[in-house]
């Protein structure tokens, strides 16, 4: 038995409802929260993400350029401040950029249950996040999925229409259909299928283990 969250992850583009309702862990750090969140949504976690904190203006991330990015800027910063014998100021509004493996989710789910989830800086696949604290501890492996419906679009099919005229050549058994097919199986990418999923959240439950 352990303390757990909710999570509820809704996918914002689209015509048809896509969400996904999984369990996870009080011990652990944003960037297991973002490679579960990955997995959730059918993803190979490949591609980069963040998760945005839009009360504290926060980036979450692993992305290596974009936190060496940061802290050269800070670095530059508190030059030019000891330059010229003052205090680092900090900059009103400015987005703070936090590495996810530095950040616990507890308390920080507790206090922050509203995020926005981007997958892939190419596409920007954003999904809507609200984390609810469960009232009595859970039995079983975590991570784990409760329930889910639809497919999100897929990383590297063009966007939205792409992913729209990909589906449609599929169902149409197209002249394409076939090297879509293969191409897709290839590349890991499939449709909902809430057994693949849960399967990949249990290996992460197993290597947290």
């Known amino acids: ?7 509820m992850m809704t996918f914002t583009e689209g015509d048809s409802p896509v969400w996904r309702e999984l369990l996870v862990p009080y011990q652990a750090t944003a960037a297991d929260l973002g490679r579960w969140l990955s997995l959730a ?6 591609e ?7 009360e504290f203006k926060m980036r979450i991330t692993e992305d290596r350029q974009l936190l060496d990015e ?13 330059a010229k014998g003052e205090e680092v100021a900090e900059v009103a509004g400015e987005t703070m950029i936090v ?5 616990p989710l507890d308390p920080f789910l507790a206090d922050h249950p509203k995020l926005t989830f981007i997958y892939d800086m190419t596409d920007e696949w954003r999904w809507e996040m609200t984390a609810e604290d469960m009232d009595e501890p859970v039995a079983g492996q975590l991570p784990r999925l409760i329930q889910g419906m639809g497919t999100a679009p897929f990383v ?3 966007g939205l229409q792409g992913y729209y005229d990909l589906v449609s050549e599929l169902t149409e058994d197209g002249p394409e259909a076939k090297a879509i097919r293969d191409w897709l199986d290839r590349a890991g990418l499939f449709f909902y299928d809430a ?6 959240l249990g290996q ?3 290597n947290k283990q």
């Open 1 to 7: 038995m352990q303390a757990a969250r909710k999570i």
């Open 99 to 103: 590495r996810a493996s530095d950040l």
């Open 48 to 54: 980069s993400w963040e998760l945005l904190c839009h």
């Open 156 to 158: 590297g099919v063009g």
């Open 41 to 46: 949504g059918g993803y190979s976690g490949r």
């Open 195 to 200: 057994d693949r999923v849960q399967a990949a």
């Open 204 to 206: 992460e439950g197993e």
């Open 70 to 82: 940061a802290k050269a800027l800070k670095a530059q910063r508190r030059a030019e401040a000891e």
